[in-house]
């Protein structure tokens, strides 16, 4: 590692040490890492849309949607190759503490029935598709934070890979493949991935009908719902795309917002997507909220630049984890059908932590 690189990395770690408001994040496919700390710890909500800052919001309405303002903080970046991450340190195997079999076997109980609770309440022809999720927690002696922000930048190059921490909120980090939308002068473009299988070596796979139909789901909705808000719509096949070891179905949506202020508006209607809720959406988010039996929190919310130089860039907060003290939860999820079969399902899941825990000692 290069000593620019050196310095760079010691001067997010001064931060993290300080205890001071900040995110370091990098975009898919580029080498620019970016850090926004903010000057004081104040705890900045979300007023308006038009505001400038780094976002980062949740999946319900309960917490708060929390904005680093770019006139309120100190930047610093540097491009960072995949060169410049081949020295990372490793921590030792017998410092952490990953789930016993009787805890896994209890939550893999729990995720089952809970599956099939959907897939039962799907048939009754009450939704078309519940996206349910779970919570895994680790236990940590003295897990090294930077080494691991440095592995996610190092393995997920495709990824909007982050690390965000605010006092009064805790830390978060992650790697995800999901955009939610990007704005600039008035063109607007999402996506639509859903359906999932695990990566083999090649994105020429065969995918089943039911993930077929779940990313079909997510497609329908937002070009539905985007009618009104944003014109000059324009779809791509549906191709298949690798985030980590998994691939998934995704199909690229983009057109342009009908007004200046439709922003707001476009974000409300993608958030929270099929892809994260189900459909219908308000159907959906009930039946997370009743049965899922876990606070999401900020796991499958959004965040990203709001307002930053006119333009906006925003990804779903997926392949996340909420590190507390010594604890370290991973929060996992997947689209149910009526076509679901509950124990492929948690399988989808145990792929998906296995995401976080590549980059875990």
Known sequence: MNTATINFFSAIEGVFNSKSPFVAYRKPDEEMVTVFVQRTKELHELKSYNDAGFLFAPFGSMEKKVIFPFDKCDSFSASIGATDLLEINETEKDKSRFINMEELSDLKEKHISLVQKGVDFIKAKQAKKIVLSRKETLEYANLNVLETFKKMLKIYKNAFVYLWFHPEIGL??????????????????????????????????NWQIKEKQEQQYVTEFILE?????????????????????????????????????????????????????????????????????????????YLGELNRNESTSLFVNLRCMQLDGKLVSIYVGGGITAESIPKNEWEETVSKADVMKKVLP
Not at 250 to 259: A, E, P, Q, Y
């Open 172 to 205: 978060w980090m992650g790697a995800t493949p999901e955009k939610l939308l990007t704005s600039f002068e008035g063109d607007f473009k999402t996506m639509a991935l859903a359906g999932t299988q695990k990566h083999t070596g090649t994105t020429n796979v």
């Open 225 to 301: 719902n985007l009618k009104e808000t944003v014109e000059k719509l324009k779809i791509t096949e549906p191709f298949t795309v690798q985030a980590g070891n998994l691939v998934h179905i995704r199909t690229d949506i983009s057109g342009k917002l009908k007004s200046g202020n439709s922003l707001e508006k476009l974000i409300n209607i993608l958030h929270p997507t099929p892809a994260i809720c189900g459909l219908p959406k308000n159907v959906a988010a009930t039946f997370i909220l009743e049965n899922e039996g876990y606070d999401r929190l900020y796991y499958s919310g």
